[in-house]
């Protein structure tokens, strides 16, 4: 188990006050909350956070912290001291709800005990429904034309007789539906955390996640879509493929097509009751002038077109 | 372990599907004063207040999770929470704006 230095975590002195601290998580959360913040490892960062928080922010367990000594380095493997809580006692429950509050690290409950206050609830007569849980699921943007099925592994706590609590995987084959949309969660009835003494399982949702794609950019139900155009399609109007999730249809491209302008294909976003609209941005490509031929052509087109397109700026 | 077998499929949550109060209280894991602290701030609207029973429309989910987030991680007032969102709300339809306009050819 790797030792977490929960001061160079919130980049404080082991000497700050709670005050420092304070001003050191709520600035740093500010920045890495993955509600937040654009930062790629913001949720791994956010965790980290919360945790050094969690355990600074208690003077009880600052002190029991801060007994393991100073001569620690983050990520050294570390094996907890034998009775070394000794003398301490830790009140109270963890604050849930958090987006970090999820999964504290193996450090964090070897040292602190397991969160989530699930001890003590094993009693005969006690019965209570299981907690929901959240995922999510990583798509691609064609998934959400055809649905797809992903293979989940869910890891949860669970008290064994004993009333020792454990992680136990669980594995899950599920559907996605066609149709889903960024950000959109699933529901799949009791299929969250068990419910204790025969109480009902909680539900489990999860959070649909598009990956980026290389061609196609997801607003709600609707895509958007550049596309690539030689001068003279854009001048003359032409019929060309353009691709879909869905396959390549085919889009008439008026005359006097001019780069930048938008053109709507119904009906071609992400399937629904109502479903959404593809967006295609058109994008005028010159060919190269790699060739004599080529540049002899240019030369010619400017000889040709009595053409200023800066005639707009007064030059 | 159940990886062969059929596998399980949920409903999607969308304009067309509600959550009751508790529902939508269990699924955020905050009681649900919580929500009704969060409808009296503005920050969501049940689809109905004629009923008995407030119904929210499903999408609104995931506003919910953050605004709890938001509330616990950062320790902000619901003023705050309904501020954060709003300016959330505004810079991510931005970013895609500016994406939009960056997006390499």
Redesign the interface.
């Known amino acids: 188990m790797e030792y977490k230095d929960y001061y160079q975590i919130l980049g404080v002195e082991r000497d700050a006050t709670q005050d420092e601290i304070k001003r050191a998580y709520?600035k740093l959360?500010?920045k890495y909350?993955?509600?937040?913040s654009?930062e790629a490892d913001a949720e791994d960062r956010?965790k980290e956070m919360?945790e050094a928080y969690e355990v600074l922010k208690d003077p009880e367990k600052r002190a029991a912290y801060d007994q393991l000594g100073a001569n620690w380095q983050g990520g050294q493997d570390f094996r907890p001291p034998p009775d070394w809580d000794a003398g301490f006692e830790f009140s109270g429950g963890f604050?849930?709800?958090?987006?970090?509050?999820a999964s504290f690290s193996d450090f964090f409950e070897t040292l602190f005990g397991q969160q989530g206050g699930m001890g003590g609830m094993g009693g005969a007569g006690f019965r209570s429904?299981g907690?929901?849980h959240?995922a999510r699921v990583l798509i691609d943007v064609e998934d959400a034309f055809h649905g797809t099925?992903r293979?989940l592994t869910l890891h949860a706590p669970e008290v064994d007789q004993q009333g020792h609590v454990r992680t136990r995987e669980?594995?899950?084959?599920?559907?996605i539906?066609k149709?889903?949309?960024q950000?959109?969660?699933?529901?799949?009835?009791g299929?969250g955390h068990p419910g204790m003494g025969g109480g009902q399982a909680?539900?489990?949702?999860?959070?649909v996640d598009f990956k980026p794609h290389p061609l196609y950019?997801v607003?709600g139900r609707d895509l958007?879509l550049?596309l690539?155009l030689a001068p003279w399609e854009a001048a003359l109007g032409a019929r060309v493929k353009v691709p879909t999730p869905d396959g390549p249809v085919d889009m008439r491209i008026p005359a006097n097509s001019r780069s930048g302008s938008k053109l709507r294909l119904k009906g071609r976003g992400i399937p629904g009751?109502t479903p959404g609209d593809l967006y295609v941005?058109l994008?005028i490509?010159q060919p190269p002038a790699d060739s004599e031929k080529a540049k002899a052509f240019y030369q010619q087109m400017a000889e040709e077109f009595d053409f200023n397109p800066r005639a707009g700026m007064g030059v | 372990?159940?990886?062969?077998?059929?596998?399980?499929?949920?409903?999607?949550?969308?304009e067309?599907t509600t959550l009751t109060l508790d529902e939508l209280s269990?699924?955020?894991?905050?009681e649900r004063d919580a929500i009704v602290a969060l409808v009296e701030e503005g920050i969501v609207e049940p689809a109905s207040r004629e009923t008995t029973e407030w119904q929210f429309v499903?999408?609104q989910?995931?506003r919910v999770?953050?605004a709890?987030?938001?509330?616990?991680?950062?320790?902000l007032n619901l003023a705050g929470v309904a501020l954060?969102l709003e300016l959330?709300d505004e810079v991510n339809e931005l970013?895609?704006r500016l994406?939009?306009l960056e997006?390499p050819?």
Request: with cysteine; net charge positive; proline share 5%.
């Open positions: 709520r959360a500010r909350h993955p509600d937040v654009k956010f919360a604050g849930g709800g958090g987006a970090g509050a429904r907690e929901d959240h099925q293979n669980r594995s899950l084959n599920v559907r539906p149709g889903v949309r950000g959109q969660h699933i529901r799949l009835s299929q909680g539900d489990l949702y999860l959070e950019r607003e958007y550049d690539p009751k941005t994008k490509i | 372990m159940t990886g062969q077998q059929e596998p399980l499929s949920g409903i999607i949550l969308d067309t269990g699924a955020c894991r905050v499903a999408s989910l995931p999770r953050t709890m987030h938001l509330y616990h991680d950062l320790e954060a959330l970013r895609s994406r939009q997006e050819f």
